[in-house]
């Protein structure tokens, strides 16, 4: 079946540090990818996508590159602010209308 | 566009008793989800709706009924509540089986 596997935390970070949170899948066909924020308190967000190979979803400074060669879909941000600090999930869709969620990375960003 | 709606945001109930969580979509959305997130479980999927009037079993339904009234609106029943559902519960749409979008949550607390 299909399974996303995103890199523990937590991490933290100061101000305009660079952040990468990696983010690995196993799945049959071609998925969709995802990343989702969640800010304290609310509900997921979706922050940016990809649906091919060699797609860049990009939004707000971040970015992930689908990589299938490596199955792959890391988020990276070049400079991180205070309020970029958040639980970010990684998922992926087969296209049986459901999302498989990696388990959440906490990100702090200290000012 | 108010997006996902839900209701009530909290709420607290004695062991034993039922109570309904709305979901409401403003989207148009054919798909639409009932989410539970524990602390350490990530997102599980309790049940979900392809399209208007059907319905699925997701990975943790036992306890729960779902409803979908009609295509803005997907309802989750709890009939006899019990502590081990004390959890935050979010509601999904989607377009097409892909990308989803969440409602703010309920904060549930079973006693």
């Known amino acids: 079946g299909n399974s996303v596997t995103q890199m523990e935390g937590p991490v933290t970070l100061s101000e305009e540090a660079f952040l990468t949170i990696n983010c690995t899948y196993t799945a049959t066909g071609y998925p969709s990818l995802f990343w989702y924020v969640q800010y304290p308190g609310e509900g997921l967000q979706l922050l940016l996508k990809a649906t091919k190979a060699d797609d860049k979803g990009s939004n707000k400074g971040f970015e992930a590159t689908y990589r299938k060669e490596t199955t792959s879909f890391h988020l990276e941000k070049g400079s991180v602010q205070v309020s970029d600090s958040a639980v970010y999930f990684c998922a992926l869709s087969g296209g049986d209308y459901k999302l498989s969620f990696g388990a959440g990375t906490t990100v702090t960003v200290r000012a | 566009n108010a997006g996902v709606t839900q209701t009530p945001k909290f709420q607290v109930l004695k062991t034993g008793q039922s109570m309904t969580l709305q979901c409401a979509q403003d989207m148009n959305h054919n798909s639409m989800y009932w989410y539970r997130q524990d602390p350490g479980m990530g997102l599980r999927l309790i049940y979900y709706s392809a399209s208007e009037g059907t319905t699925d079993k997701g990975e943790v339904p036992n306890g729960y009924n779902v409803s979908r009234l009609n295509k803005r609106e997907f309802s989750l029943r709890l009939e006899s509540a019990a502590p081990s559902q004390t959890s935050v519960y979010f509601c999904?749409?989607?377009?097409?089986?892909?990308?989803?979008?969440f409602g703010p949550g309920t904060r549930l607390t079973v006693t």
């Open positions: 999904a749409s989607s377009p097409d089986g892909y990308e989803q979008y």
